[in-house]
């Protein structure tokens, strides 16, 4: 079994006269038909009987054939006699497979092992019986042009972990090729793939919202989650879910909708006056993947907003839908004071008040005007966002707070 491009070695030992058999048939060329024919090499059957050794003694004798001369499967047999006039008696014919350059891997095939991983497969060709073949696979980055080459690869499939200067999203293209003793083959078809990816939903968590609407009567309250779809680059997502942390008793959480772009998911018979926390969970072909918390509160004031204007810091709230809350109150905490601020709903652009000083945090409450207390027992923190416009081109009257202490303010630096 010999690459077609070689040399076949036949070896034989024999005691008396040996000379080398083959059907003249099997041979391709003139030139080789002389050597063999003529008395030279040995004895065609069809042709004129000579000899290689006419040593009486044990003789071993090595015939050296390229491949390329006989056809794929050539028999030649060893024949040995008493004297060069005695009737030979033959071996076993040998047979000559010559095998060349296998032929292209075919039916390249992609799947997804995990994030950023592909496994490609592919079917092997015809491989010569006692051949030893590998095979090298190309893959090159079709974005960047960048190209990878792993040679001697021993089983039919090679997972796939992305270039070095490659981006999720590329797409790369991934050729093999079948490798032997006689050469390498041509390289099979190509196919072009993304690597899978997990879906981004933190992009997504990035564009939360949360709309909360209170039921006066039952006081229990539902939450609308909306968010913008989680972005990948090949496999898209197959499910959108909510997973609430710590105190859920009671809620029941939706199915997930589409709605102007995004993804909208409602919990119901949440409790009055809770903060609840909650990640979104998004699968895909890939796997899942889980944003971090997000909170949100079953209160009446979902949100205060401080910005400023000119001089003048102006201070609002927004209240949850159903809300029966007249008002707000605003607890402004600096370095060296804390401020109470009541704003009444109906100073639907908020009031200026005239800092001196920036308050570092401040944290909002419902307040129920008719009793002067807080609705409930939660107020929720809030981060202070010193914008350069507010939102009402008509702020409300200036107001003052309820400490007899200035308010003072800092410039940020």
């Avoid at 959480?253 to 409602?266: L, M, S, T």
């Avoid at 809030?382 to 914008?387: A, G, H, K, Y």
Wanted: hydrophobic share 35%; with cysteine.
């Amino acid at each position: 079994i010999v690459p077609v491009n070689s040399t076949a070695v036949f070896s034989c030992r024999v005691t008396g006269f040996l000379v080398w058999e083959i059907d003249e048939s099997q041979i391709r060329s003139d030139t080789a038909r002389a050597a063999f024919c003529t008395g030279e090499r040995g004895v065609c059957v069809n042709g004129v009987n000579g000899t290689l050794d006419d040593s009486p003694d044990e003789t071993a004798s090595v015939l050296l054939v390229a491949a390329n001369d006989l056809n794929n499967g050539s028999k030649i047999r060893c024949l040995a006699s008493e004297s060069i006039t005695s009737p030979p008696e033959g071996s076993e014919a040998a047979i000559l497979i010559a095998f060349d350059r296998p032929a292209p891997p075919t039916d390249l095939l992609s799947s997804p092992v995990s994030h950023l991983q592909l496994n490609i497969s592919w079917r092997a060709p015809f491989l010569f019986p006692g051949t030893e073949t590998s095979y090298t696979i190309t893959v090159r980055n079709v974005n960047t042009s960048e190209k990878i080459q792993r040679e001697g690869l021993e089983v039919t499939h090679f997972i796939f972990n992305g270039t070095g200067g490659g981006s999720a999203c590329d797409v790369y293209q991934f050729r093999v090729a079948a490798v032997n003793s006689a050469g390498s083959s041509d390289q099979s078809e190509a196919i072009r793939r993304r690597l899978p990816t997990l879906p981004n939903i933190e992009a997504s968590i990035e564009s939360l919202t949360h709309d909360v609407v209170l039921e006066d009567e039952s006081r229990v309250a539902s939450i609308k989650i909306s968010f913008e779809p989680a972005g990948m680059c090949g496999d898209p997502v197959t499910s959108y879910s909510v997973i609430l942390h710590g105190n859920n008793t009671g809620v029941t959480v939706g199915e997930p909708h589409f709605e102007d772009g995004r993804v909208n998911i409602v919990m119901n018979n949440a409790e009055v006056n809770t903060q609840y926390n909650f990640s979104i969970l998004a699968s895909n072909s890939v796997g899942n993947s889980t944003s971090e918390d997000s909170e949100c509160y079953t209160t009446d004031v979902q949100e205060a907003h401080l910005s400023m204007n000119g001089d003048n810091a102006v201070v609002s709230c927004d209240f949850a839908r159903g809300s029966q809350a007249l008002g707000c109150q605003i607890q402004l905490h600096s370095p060296m004071e804390n401020i109470t601020l009541n704003i009444s709903r109906d100073d639907a652009c908020g009031v200026v008040i005239k800092p001196s000083h920036s308050p570092i945090l401040y944290e909002i409450c419902a307040l129920d005007w008719e009793s002067d207390d807080t609705i409930g027992e939660l107020c929720i923190p809030v981060t202070v966002d010193l914008s350069q416009n507010t939102s009402c081109d008509d702020p409300g009257p200036e107001s003052a707070p309820s400490s007899s202490d200035p308010i003072w303010i800092v410039a940020p630096i």
